[in-house]
């Protein structure tokens, strides 16, 4: 039955699309399959749209026969999926085809582009226009799209690095092949379409992060101001103690607008070994390693910015001020402590990628150049959790000891990373580095995820984030969303042919 429907719709999706924009060869659709995990998934065929248009007719046709299908931008959610759906026997939308700068505006600082548009490619182009804006980046790979990780509510640095907050005016293809505008811009021709994200009257764009009730096809992004003065306040925080005390007064500063949300970094003492040293597996730590109070740190960065130095002067003083007293090891980087090519490569939206080398943790052989790091391609193992925690440090630092116990009871490294939001939550990033070329070790890993997600959503802190290997995580809801999400998909998409499986469709079946 679910074959007959793919076969229809090719068929006819080959009246309508090129050849070339159909993929169905064996070796395409396995390393569609490609991720930091394994998984069973059967892909049928790929489709590579080059145009709203096509995207319009793809989806209208799979409505049609009622054959599901799963967008993605690039395909490079490592750790969450990557490319994979979260069910059998569907056909991919590969967008990445769809990479224009549409539209950017140098004196309100916004940029406008398809899916298919990645990071490396934003920066690339605002430095060919000198532009004094940058376009927040991910610790993620270069390659990633703008719009696939908006839409999944990826974080980034920087002010504006909650980059699904700073979008607007995005083109929506529906379930039925309309095609539908988000805030002004449903109104044409509105001066601040581009400027103002909810428009007047209700709005759409929440609906559509995190979502399965459409097909992004165009988005434009508010960038930041590139900083006239910055310097970075670098600590070393010695145990879980020093960090509830840390994070208790980043979050007052917080508060007082001294430092920036999406600015400060905190990591453990795996990351930092991690991303510096990532081919490790000679010297692999192991649980009974690393387990004194002085081994066992977190590594803070705080990136300050001002528009003048008198300006960043005075909020270096007061930081440092609060600050001095929780950590014993404090340094403060500036322009002239380092050479002219690594101050540049830490000019805020520079995507170097360098946190990608951490999932080469376990990996043996040779890792390759930064500039070629695939994950998928190489066989990395990778479970990334994104648990949300309140901005207060008992509680985090409670999480933290016990996740890290967790991870180091099942034999892997705890490889955690987070950062304040805003002056109330932060998000944390916690990784399960393993090799999957090493029997048992991918059945181990996801069993220690399954354990960490389980606890944590016990203690109240939900997921953020979810990869295809914890959709299926999340409690009931214990009020009536379930019933009045059905009703929307039903509205967006009457036949829920696009991503079924996806965040709470799978309870939007029945």
């Not at 924009?21 to 489709?47: G, Q």
């Not at 490396?120 to 605002?126: E, F, H, T």
């Not at 048992?440 to 606890?455: F, P």
Request: proline content about 5%.
């Amino acid at each position: 039955m679910i074959i007959a429907k793919i076969t229809t719709a090719l068929e006819k999706w080959g009246t309508v699309l090129p050849p070339e924009s159909i993929r169905t060869s064996a070796s395409e659709l396995e390393a569609a399959t490609e991720a930091t995990f394994s998984n069973t998934v059967k892909i049928s065929a790929i489709l590579v749209p080059e145009s709203t248009q096509d995207v319009a007719r793809i989806l209208k046709i799979a409505s049609e026969t009622r054959c599901n299908v799963y967008p993605y931008s690039r395909g490079k959610n490592w750790g969450l999926g990557s490319r994979l759906p979260a069910a059998d026997d569907c056909v991919l939308i590969d967008l990445s085809a769809m990479n224009l700068i549409l539209d950017y505006d140098p004196v309100m600082g916004t940029i406008t582009v398809q899916p298919g548009v990645c990071f490396s490619q934003v920066a690339a182009y605002l430095s060919d226009k000198k532009s004094k804006f940058y376009a927040s980046v991910t610790g993620g790979s270069p390659y990633g799209s703008l719009i696939g990780n908006a839409l999944d509510r990826g974080g980034g640095d920087g002010p504006m690095g909650d980059r699904a907050a700073n979008m607007a005016a995005l083109e929506v293809v529906l379930a039925t092949g309309e095609i539908v505008r988000t805030g002004f811009a449903r109104f044409g021709q509105a001066s601040t379409a581009k400027l103002v994200k909810q428009g007047v009257g209700y709005s759409l764009q929440e609906l559509l992060t995190q979502s399965n009730l459409g097909v992004v096809t165009k988005a434009t992004f508010w960038l930041q101001r590139i900083p006239a003065e910055r310097a970075y306040l670098l600590s070393k925080l010695n145990g879980v103690r020093e960090l509830a005390v840390f994070l208790n007064e980043i979050r007052e500063l917080l508060q007082e607008d001294v430092i920036y949300p999406q600015s400060v970094y905190i990591w453990n003492s795996f990351k930092t070994l991690a991303r510096s040293r990532a081919n490790h597996i000679k010297v692999k730590i192991r649980p009974d390693h690393l387990n004194s109070q002085s081994d066992r740190h977190w590594t803070s960065t705080i990136m300050m910015h001002a528009a003048e130095s008198q300006m960043l002067d005075s909020s270096i003083q007061v930081a440092t001020k609060r600050l001095m007293s929780t950590s014993q090891t404090w340094s403060e980087l500036r322009k002239h402590d380092v050479s002219a090519s690594d101050w540049a490569r830490l000019t805020p939206g520079n995507p170097i990628g360098l946190n990608v080398i951490s999932a080469y943790w376990r990996k043996r052989g040779q890792m390759p150049d930064v500039e070629d790091l695939d994950p998928d391609r190489d066989r990395c193992g990778l479970l990334w959790i994104c648990p949300s925690l309140p901005l207060e440090g008992d509680v985090i630092s409670t999480v933290m000891a016990k996740v890290e116990g967790i991870i180091l009871n099942h034999d892997f490294e705890p490889n955690i990373g987070f950062n304040p939001i805003s002056a109330r939550a932060i998000e944390a990033y916690i990784g399960i580095m393993y090799d999957l070329d090493v029997p048992g070790e991918d059945g181990r890993a996801i069993k220690c995820h399954d354990v960490v997600v389980d606890w944590l959503i016990s203690q109240g802190h939900f997921l953020f984030r979810l990869g295809t290997q914890s959709m299926g995580k999340l409690p009931s809801e214990v009020d009536g969303s379930i019933a009045l999400f059905r009703r929307i998909k039903q509205a967006f998409d009457p036949e829920q042919i696009i991503s079924p499986g996806r965040y709470l469709a799978h309870d939007l079946q029945s």
